[in-house]
DNA sequence: AAGGGCTTCAACCGCACAGTT
DNA sequence: CAACTGTGCGGTTGAAGCCCT
């Protein structure tokens, strides 16, 4: 057996006492896990394989559990809410997926990684930018955020239309002047999560009003407008974003594809019109 | 229909670190 | 204090399914 692992010995003693399993795990060993937790609870990994007669690592049953089998995990594909969410701590906090997870509760670190290598980066590489650049950065905060803003908002017209908005408890909501309505979300960010519990609480689930723009250092700021407008109110930094004076300013009339009503899907943020022109802006700013 | 390329995501790996012995 | 053990994290891989020709 190839046993890479040398940091562990627990699991390179493990192999040398039985084979190990590896991949796919089958649904016997679903439920060999799920019941034995059920039983005695999580942790203890190692041990936890041994007794549960699993032939896997410890590792290997954390990672299962916690990335699937945990019954309040969650599953489909990720909101545009969730969306907005990952792009905006990303821009905070880097690769700090396990971080970032936990403001999306359901979700993994695991989830959340594959969509950012799976979507962002992949927009980054067909925009021949890396996905860490400045300009890159610059398209994340002016362009697609906003426009997820939008479309949040679309649906949030559309559905309220129908249905009354009903925030329930455990929800948090979002702060009037979002729109002007009132989008129940299910995630907490990190100034909130300390009055999460409460049955409502009226915190922005994108951004702090102040925390945003004291992370963007004063040169890296594109509008001088940027700052006066974060202190008016929540709906403004949204305004003040969408319409940066940089390169995304000539825009005009023309550009707003987020307003497209038949590219409102969940899992893609950016449609042919969005690619052919933030093409145009980095050739033109290359 | 087939097969080659691409995408997605579950799973693995290596490492770091904290707790325990 | 050192060795060992358990856990968590971020990066990477590879199988499976999808899409295109």
Avoid at 15 to 25: A, F, I, N, S
Wanted: proline content about 4%.
């Amino acid at each position: 057996m190839d046993v890479k692992a040398k940091g562990n010995l627990q699991s390179d003693q493990d192999d040398e006492q039985m084979e190990l399993r590896r991949g796919p795990w089958t649904v016997e060993e679903d439920l060999k896990l799920v019941d034995y937790i059920a039983t005695h609870g999580e942790g203890r990994w190692n041990s936890l394989a041994l007794y549960a007669g699993l032939k896997r690592t410890g590792k290997s049953c954390r990672l299962r559990w916690l990335n699937y089998l945990r019954p309040d995990v969650r599953r489909g594909n990720i909101t545009l809410e969730e969306q907005l969410l990952i792009l905006e701590l990303h821009s905070r906090w880097g690769n700090r997926w396990s971080k970032i997870a936990q403001h999306l509760p359901g979700r993994t670190d695991n989830e959340i990684k594959n969509y950012w290598r799976t979507r962002v980066q992949k927009q980054a590489k067909q925009l021949k930018c890396d996905v860490n650049s400045k300009q890159f950065k610059d398209t994340m905060r002016y362009l697609w955020m906003p426009r997820l803003v939008e479309r949040i908002q679309a649906a949030v017209a559309t559905s309220t239309a129908t249905t009354a908005a009903s925030a329930t408890a455990g929800q948090l909501v979002m702060p009037q002047g979002f729109g002007g309505e009132r989008v129940t979300q299910s995630y907490t960010t990190p100034e909130n999560s300390s009055t999460a519990a409460s049955s409502e609480t009226q915190v922005s689930p994108v951004f702090d009003s102040n925390d945003y723009y004291v992370n963007v250092p004063a040169n890296d700021n594109p509008n001088p407008d940027y700052f006066q407008a974060s202190q008016t109110g929540f709906s403004h930094q949204y305004s003040s974003f969408i319409s940066p004076s940089t390169n995304f300013s000539n825009h005009g009339t023309d550009f707003q594809p987020w307003l497209d009503g038949a590219d409102i899907a969940t899992d893609n943020f950016m449609n042919c019109d969005d690619f052919l022109f933030l093409q145009q802006q980095f050739n033109f700013n290359m």
